[in-house]
């Protein structure tokens, strides 16, 4: 940011940080505790069971309902209120009173470009994916993302970044990798779109130049999702899309759904533009398939 209300020591951005992955550490320990309620029967029925694993490289966490557990977490960590309120990790009431600002959710890391948490995107019961963090003196959310830690050993083995909507799709998309040969790292972008930063932070983090994008739900939804193709093109420089009515997390319900789904992936045709100002996802302009070679060619 750029207002000098906002400038902050490096001394005071190493404790905003350490607030976040203290937090983190918190919201993750509260849901491998948890013996019930809607957290777990959402994780069961989005069959992503294996984040109630401690060895899960998806960290999830919950973030749960009660005014002051991360307070009272965070000050037995020696934490003051103010670097709460700083790391917007907390609010003050209208009484004076330092409150949780994220409850009753299911929660999940953002990291920056050196992978370390700084804020977070929540799951409510509703099944909606939100950023929960805002602007604050130390990160934009503009500038993380989640996924690359969780699977930075599937990109560092030359995985293809496969953009979705739901973080749980993303899951959903590592899992079915795990499962085959670790072709594909599936990355959420929450609704948000992706902004210039967090397409350079993705590359940065992969071996090759192609990208994929799935377009589900309606055209409304296709159009919002497939927004940011311009900024994924000017670090990739092979842009793939896929359209298809069935999310990630419905092909991993399926018999047979990893290996469907990368099919999928593996034929999804090149993008060459993307019509903006009011243009519907069909007029999304993909490669025409090569022609046929014919005879003793």
């Known amino acids: 940011m750029n207002d000098p209300g906002f400038a902050i020591g490096m001394e005071e951005r190493r404790r905003l940080l350490e607030a976040n992955a203290s937090a983190a550490r918190f919201f993750r320990r509260e849901l491998l505790r948890a013996t019930g309620g809607w957290p777990l029967e959402y994780v069961k029925d989005a069959r992503i069971e294996q984040v109630l694993s401690v060895d899960s490289t998806w960290q999830v966490g919950y973030a749960p309902p009660t005014a002051t557990a991360l307070v009272d977490h965070l000050r037995a960590e020696k934490f003051q209120h103010s ?49 929960l963090d805002s602007d604050t003196g130390f990160h934009q959310p503009s500038n993380g993302l989640v996924g690359i830690h969780e699977q930075i050993d599937l990109l560092r083995d030359g995985a293809i970044p496969v953009l979705v909507e739901h973080p749980v799709d993303a899951i959903a998309v590592s899992n079915m990798s795990r499962q085959l040969d670790g072709q594909w790292a599936g990355i959420p972008v929450c609704g948000a779109g992706l902004s210039t930063a967090q397409a350079r932070m993705l590359r940065k983090f992969s071996l090759g130049d192609q990208a994929i994008v799935i377009l589900t739900g309606d055209d409304h939804h296709q ?54 100002g009011g243009a519907g996802p069909s007029e999304l302009i993909l490669d025409p398939e090569p022609p046929d070679p014919g005879p003793g060619l």
């Open 83 to 131: 670097t709460m309120v700083r790391a917007g990790l907390v609010a003050w009431t209208d009484d004076g009173e330092a409150v949780d600002r994220f409850q009753d959710q299911l929660v999940l890391v953002t990291r920056d470009v050196q992978l370390t948490p700084t804020g977070f995107v929540g799951i409510g019961s509703d099944g909606q994916a939100r950023l």
């Open 223 to 276: 159009k919002l999702t497939s927004g940011y193709l311009l900024d994924l093109a000017l670090y990739y420089d092979r842009i793939r899309a896929v359209l298809t009515p069935y999310s990630p997390r419905t092909f991993e319900s399926m018999d047979g759904g990893a290996q469907l789904m990368d099919e999928l992936l593996t034929t999804a045709r090149p993008v060459l533009r993307y019509r903006f």
